[in-house]
């Protein structure tokens, strides 16, 4: 049986375009600079601050609990072995996100080898053309249950290509600007939004199917 | 701009990135063009709904092995 995923929230209609990230406050930089001087308090503390998100990444790279819980765990030890070589050019938590997504992306590359692969180029812009175009009415996710509405975004990601699924979770869901998302995934700033195009346009296109006006409850 | 252009510039508009004489080129499009309006609309909901703004938390059981590794880690050190 698969676990409930329950970790893709969705936000309220009446919330604005997203805001950038909040997520690493400001104390952040004396956490770290305490956990390289040995306080392992304040590593612990770094990891209760962004263990759910850190999982909540992980989940929805890999799609599988087993897996997303291995690569969290992973990244976690990782960077508390690797704290020293952090220079701190970047925050820490992009740092994490970016150690976190390629523990994920190792354990998708081993359960998937055949259907995953960032390298290969997109070309043709066949699949940019819509589908499925049809009115959803004001508020469509207003329809469905909170818990509905988990279900339904959980089951429109899982179908999403691996290849476009990674580069939508840490442009859209955990907010890493292009040029980071290429740097953790090792791709060019054009192939990240290149993918994230795709993903967008086809997630719109899986989401029509519930969002259409008539389907809901 | 024709349809097709909006298309590949979705991406770019809703970020804000695109450049002023190209957002303005396709904010003229979205005036008359009906159907591109409608995936401009339903793609930023797209991306609204799978933001998460808010605190998630973990399931007890993967934070208590999550914790229990780490300090069998951080003991390991401090031997």
């Known amino acids: 049986m698969r676990p409930p995923i329950g970790l893709l929230m969705p936000l309220s209609a009446t919330n604005p375009h997203r805001l950038p990230s909040s997520v690493a406050r400001d104390d952040e930089h004396l956490l770290v600079a305490a956990a390289k001087r040995g306080d392992t308090h304040a590593f612990e503390e770094l990891v209760n601050r962004y263990e759910a998100k850190i999982f909540r990444l992980t989940m929805n790279i890999t799609r599988n609990r087993e897996d997303a819980e291995d690569a969290m765990q992973d990244a976690f030890l990782k960077s508390y072995a690797h704290l020293k070589e952090f220079q701190e ?36 812009e066949e699949d940019l053309v819509p589908r499925e175009l049809e009115d959803w009415g004001p508020s469509p996710e207003q329809r469905f249950a909170q818990s509905e509405m988990h279900e339904i975004l959980s089951q429109v990601i899982d179908k999403l290509e691996p290849d476009f699924r990674v580069v939508f979770v840490l442009r859209d869901v955990e907010e890493l600007s292009t040029e980071e998302t290429a740097k953790a995934l090792g791709i060019s700033i054009p192939a990240v939004k290149s993918r994230l195009l795709r993903a967008r346009l086809k997630l719109r296109e899986k989401l029509n199917r519930y969002f259409r006006q008539g389907v809901a409850n | 701009m024709n349809c097709k252009g909006v298309i590949r510039e979705i991406s770019d508009y809703l970020d804000g990135e695109l450049e002023l004489p190209v957002r303005q080129e396709l904010e003229r499009h979205l005036e008359h063009c009906v159907d591109c309006k409608m995936v401009v609309d339903q793609t930023r909901l797209t991306v609204d709904v799978f933001c998460d703004s808010k605190t998630v938390e973990l399931p007890a059981d993967v934070k208590f092995r999550l914790h229990d590794a780490l300090h069998r880690r951080l003991q390991e050190k401090s031997n």
């Open chain 1, 89 to 124: 050019d970047s925050r820490f938590y992009t740092w994490l996100v970016r150690i976190a997504a390629n523990e994920a992306l190792m354990r998708l590359r081993k359960r998937r080898p055949n259907q995953f692969s960032l390298d290969e180029p997109i070309e043709g």
